[in-house]
């Protein structure tokens, strides 16, 4: 448990996810059911497993899938798999929509997710594939030998879980008219895959090497701690490391958010640029989360939501577009927005000054009204 817990904010791969994120997430609230399940899973309890996945579905739909996948694995007994009715008539239902040609809108969009595309991963995220299977096979050859057979058991399914998805994901991902399936993520299986094999890997340290010496403890976790908030810090160095409820914030972008839902008309529509959310000290606050404000697409997030409804690619393409040179905009540009889009409120950047009433300043933006 302190393994795990050490190691929540952990990047998975290059499936663009921690462990756990550091906000507040459906995928944090799924994975604890999906551990309730395989827990139940190993001691077949089967009904548990249902009720557990049922509510990782109902948390985020994709990750309950893995979840699914990997339970299946864990109950399965027998020697060859046999597919229910149900299942050949899932296959033979209308399937379509895959198929479908993607427009340059999509095709833009999807662009921006590197986990989409194999190629585009590092090779040491490359390595991220293919080092939990290595481990998790050392992992069962460990427990047969030690006559551990719940941990040999785990190891041995999580392995077949683990190739058997990384097949689906070559299926999904490398043929190029299956883009339309690209959006399911297929890769973050890893995620679940690594959650299960550190907590593995936890529990054999702690019972081969830790025991009860507690320098040994510190001598592991210690240095183990201070990297991983040192790198939290560095990931986001311009916000408080805890966010304590009913708190002033520091982050001066999230303070002008706030001051935005408070003292702005609830129908504006605001422009705070299209790769706001990668400038120097935003920390990834997202605009409409905090402002609960309306703003033109961004290229950061909302290119995911593109590449899940397509229909709204074009609109996200145009509003992209139309912030391309954002850093440079005068109020001639801020016009054209108000004219084309109905934009009356923007948020820049210090030390830029546009001509503009700004009603709320700090040392990183301006909040200003396009009259």
């Known amino acids: 448990m302190c393994t795990v817990a050490a190691l929540l904010t952990l990047p998975v791969a290059g499936t663009a996810l921690y462990l756990v994120d550091q906000n507040l997430h459906p995928r944090a ?57 149900t299942a050949w008539m899932t296959l033979a239902m209308p399937i379509g929509w895959v198929f479908e040609p993607t427009s340059a809108a999509w095709q833009q969009a999807a662009h921006t997710r590197d986990y989409f595309y194999l190629s585009a991963w590092h090779w040491y995220e490359w390595i991220g594939i293919f080092a939990p299977l290595l481990i998790l096979w050392w992992f069962g050859r460990l427990g047969r030998a030690a006559r551990l057979p719940v941990f040999a058991r785990l190891s041995s399914r999580l ?17 190029p008219q299956l883009d339309r399936l690209k959006p399911f993520q297929p890769m973050r299986y890893l995620h679940l895959l690594y959650l299960l094999m550190f907590l593995m890997a936890g529990g054999l340290v702690g019972q081969r090497v830790l025991r009860t010496s507690w320098i040994r403890w510190l001598a592991l976790f210690l ?65 409409r989360a905090w402002a609960e404000r309306s703003a033109l697409a961004d290229a950061v997030k909302d290119a995911s939501v593109a590449t899940q ?9 145009r509003e992209v577009q139309a912030q391309v040179g954002w850093e440079h905009f005068q109020k001639a540009d801020f016009d054209r927005l108000r004219a084309e889009y109905g934009v009356n409120w923007i948020v820049v950047e210090r030390p830029r000054a546009p001509d503009l009433s700004c009603p709320y300043q700090n040392d990183a933006v301006l909040v200003c009204r396009i009259e």
């Open 29 to 85: 609230l799924a994975t604890a059911a999906i551990l309730g399940a395989v827990a139940a899973a190993m001691e077949r309890r089967i009904w548990t497993v249902a009720a557990f996945l049922a509510v990782a579905c109902v948390m985020h739909p994709l990750m309950g899938s893995f979840g699914v996948s990997c339970c299946v694995f864990l109950l399965w007994k027998s020697t060859e798999l046999k597919i229910p009715a």
């Open 159 to 175: 392995l077949l879980y683990g190739l058997f998805q990384f097949a689906v994901a070559l299926i999904m991902i490398l043929p």
């Open 223 to 287: 240095p183990l701690s201070v990297g991983m908030f040192v790198a939290q810090r560095q990931t986001f160095p311009a916000s408080d490391h805890i966010e304590w409820p009913g708190a002033v914030p520091r982050n001066q972008w999230l303070q002008a958010f706030l001051w935005i839902q408070q003292n702005t008309p609830q129908g504006s529509l605001f422009a705070v640029g299209s790769y706001y959310l990668q400038r120097p000290g935003e920390d990834v606050y997202s605009f």
């Open 309 to 317: 409804v397509p229909r709204l690619a074009p609109r996200w393409q």
